[in-house]
């Protein structure tokens, strides 16, 4: 079985077991577990064959926003990462089309409810969350819906500590802990009312909002309404990119963190900024070896810190490299890399093969942002806010929150006030980039006692300088981007090193044995896996292997859920010291590749199976309306309404040297996501089959 059977942060899955069949073969899995992470527990990655090339086809989104994963469940296609698995349910792959099914008999039309509300909120992440606390703090009438089982967005699947300020977005708390305050938060007043589970479908001119909640269709008719859908991950066409074992960050956090599945074996990361560098720390916490990050451009986007502890621990990084290809007969098997010049252009005699089981495409995120277009088509009283209006970090998308709510009570009404000049200004500060690195300024103090503090990139954050009992670690400056910085006592708490979110503060104790001091290293990765007495290997800040020292404490703060590992060296490496080093890097083969072979073969829409190189030959022909090349192509035709390719295509057309104002874009589909036609009109089939939602029968 496939299962994390022991994590650092999360609890271990259990509960009742129950059987299902996968294509005649009897199966276990947890009540109440979704069905892709079941059959990836059994160790089953393809769900499908494609109907236009019969090629196989596994988990991608596992978000419920394309058909990728689609199965046959008891006679009738379904999204496996969106549905539940049931005792005794019979689950087959998806082989070419499905036929419909019928209703035994007729059914009858039910009624659709329309509900009045001050304010509605679609997305209940942590901008969604920060908006309908500050309206429940005024008693506003406010109803949040998220598409999930669970509050938090994202945040439900960080097992890393977040950064910030500790006032305003609970920085040095992990993800998963800030998604319950917030709930938490939410739930304390009466006013707001939360429907999970619950799909938003589409804003319409009437200004009503259509959902599906339990079953059942409504129409919400809010007074305002805010949109904090979050962002969709965005991908790249290469050769194998449809292979499964490809697939975003999001979906694999969603299976390691959310339900407890271990995926992989070998996993390969595309792209380092945040969202990669996070994603592979995440996989190395759940046993996972990390066999390498490739970012195509020459430094790395993320936060220095992110970069520091996943080298440290021994991971290889490539700047300055792409991929040209994953291979594999049925799943991922390979991965083939090349160093790319200063245009981005792969440089020929560089390629190398890595094997993979799994490939992570961590490239960036677009906003969700359609309902919000919607809304504004219809003229509403709309707002939004978080990664669907910017794409940031999640400490500036809950002050985004914060902020809209406030937008909201002016134009409902109820207060008078602009928002505060501060606010603007904290939120402007929470979603910078990274700025400038800047050299360490040690200080020992007279205690003989003093931590090291590498977070030398100027990023929004400030915990150590909140947590220090004694006031001696501050900013270098007046602005949360300032470097913190220690000059003062040391009483040697471990309080700052416990609370950094980047692990990038050592303490330094001397106050025993000045020549062979103990250093106190944080660790996240495994209880039990580095014991007392043993020899550890020790690494700098830049991941240089030190050599190997004795290990005389360790200390368990499960309420953090940090091991602080305190190793014995010599006073001259002492200030030095960052990390234990778990992993040895690997020397990749040279291998070739045909670049043509490369660029024309691969995927840009997965749904309809559509290259490259057809998309190439179609702008090439003159056309730049997206809709003729949709019917040309069928590009964006799939269930995934071209919420994917949609940017690749862009991406094309700026290659082939067509200006972004050239390009006519799709024609946004009505409707979000696909739903059975029975829903829109809460049609109860004869039958009573609660699969058949009536569709057959329109």
Not at 106 to 127: A, H, M, Q, R, W
Not at 188 to 211: M, Q, R, T
Not at 456 to 464: F, G, H, R, T
Not at 664 to 679: D, H
């Amino acid at each position: 079985m496939n299962r994390i059977k022991s994590h650092m942060i999360l609890p271990v899955r259990t509960g009742k077991k129950i059987k299902f069949t996968f294509d005649g073969k009897a199966l276990f899995a947890y009540e109440g577990e979704i069905i892709s992470s079941a059959l990836f527990a059994n160790g089953i990655k393809i769900f499908s064959h494609h109907h236009k090339d019969k090629s196989p086809q596994g988990i991608f989104c596992a978000n419920g926003q394309c058909s990728q994963c689609a199965v046959m469940v008891d006679g009738l296609s379904v999204k496996s990462c969106v549905t539940k698995i049931k005792e005794g349910m019979r689950v087959e792959t998806l082989k070419g089309l499905p036929e419909l099914l019928q209703s035994k008999e007729k059914g009858k039309f039910g009624e659709v409810e329309e509900i009045e509300t001050d304010v509605l909120i679609i997305g209940g992440g942590p901008s969604g969350l920060s908006a309908a606390a500050e309206l429940g703090k005024l008693n506003i009438s406010t109803l949040i819906i998220d598409d999930k089982h669970k509050l938090g967005g994202k945040l439900v699947l960080q097992t890393h500590k977040f950064f910030g300020s500790v006032e305003d977005c609970f920085a040095g708390t992990r993800g998963i802990d800030i998604a319950d305050k917030l709930e938490e938060q939410v739930r304390n007043y009466p006013a707001v009312k939360i429907w999970l589970n619950c799909e938003c479908l589409g804003v319409f001119s009437d200004k009503k909002v259509g959902v599906l909640y339990n079953g059942k269709y409504f129409l919400i008719n809010p007074k305002a309404l805010i949109v904090a859908a979050g962002a969709r991950e965005k991908s790249l066409p290469f050769s194998g990119n449809d292979l499964p074992g490809v697939y975003g960050a999001g979906a694999f956090q969603t299976l390691v963190n959310r339900d407890l599945i271990k995926p992989s074996k070998r996993l390969f990361v595309l792209g380092a900024g945040n969202v990669g560098l996070i994603a592979a720390y995440h996989a190395l916490q759940a046993g996972i070896e990390v066999v390498g990050i490739a970012e195509a451009t020459s430094s790395v986007g993320g936060y220095k810190v992110h970069l520091d502890k996943i080298k440290r621990l021994g991971v290889p990084v490539y700047t300055s490299h792409t991929i040209l290809a994953a291979k594999g007969k049925k799943e991922l098997e390979n991965i083939i890399l090349a160093k790319v010049d200063k245009n981005f252009k792969p440089i020929g005699g560089s390629e190398k093969i890595i094997g993979a089981d799994t490939l992570l495409v961590a490239v960036g995120l677009n906003s969700v942002n359609e309902f919000y277009a919607q809304a504004e088509k219809a003229k509403m009283n709309a707002f939004i806010c978080g990664d669907a209006q910017e794409i940031a970090e999640a400490s500036a998308a809950m002050f985004s929150g914060k902020i809209v709510a406030h937008k909201v009570l002016k134009s409902l009404g109820i207060m008078t006030e602009d928002v505060p000049k501060f606010w603007a200004e904290k939120l402007d500060i929470l979603k910078s980039r990274p700025g400038k690195t800047h050299p360490n300024k040690k200080k020992h103090g007279k205690s003989g006692v003093y931590p090291i503090i590498r977070c030398s990139q100027e990023i929004p954050c400030n915990p150590c300088v909140t947590v220090c009992p004694k006031k001696s670690i501050k900013l270098s400056g007046s602005s949360i981007m300032n470097n913190p910085e220690f000059d003062g006592e040391c009483v040697g708490c471990l309080k700052c090193l416990l609370i950094c979110p980047g692990l990038a503060i050592t303490i330094v104790d001397k106050r025993k044995d000045k020549e062979n001091p103990i250093v106190y290293l944080p660790f996240e990765i495994e209880r039990g896996g580095i014991k007392e007495d043993d020899k550890a290997r020790i690494v700098d800040g830049d991941g240089k292997y030190l050599g190997a020292a004795q290990v005389v404490a360790i200390k368990d703060f499960s309420a953090e859920n940090t091991i602080v590992i305190g190793v014995k060296v010599p006073s001259a490496i002492a200030d030095i010291v960052a990390s234990v080093k778990l992993y040895d890097e690997e020397t990749p083969q040279k291998t070739r590749i045909a670049e043509d072979e490369i660029e024309d073969s691969a995927i840009v829409c997965r749904c309809e199976k559509v290259t490259a190189g057809e998309i190439k030959k179609v702008l090439r022909s003159g056309v730049r309306d997206m809709n003729r090349l949709k019917a040309i192509t069928r590009a964006g035709m799939g269930a995934c309404g071209g919420k994917t390719c949609s940017s690749i295509i862009l991406n094309i057309a700026r290659s082939e040297g067509i200006k972004p104002e050239e390009i006519t874009g799709f024609t946004s589909r009505p409707l979000f996501i696909e739903v059975p036609f029975g829903s829109l009109c809460n049609y109860e089939a004869g039958d009573k089959s609660p699969e058949n939602g009536g569709w057959s029968d329109f």
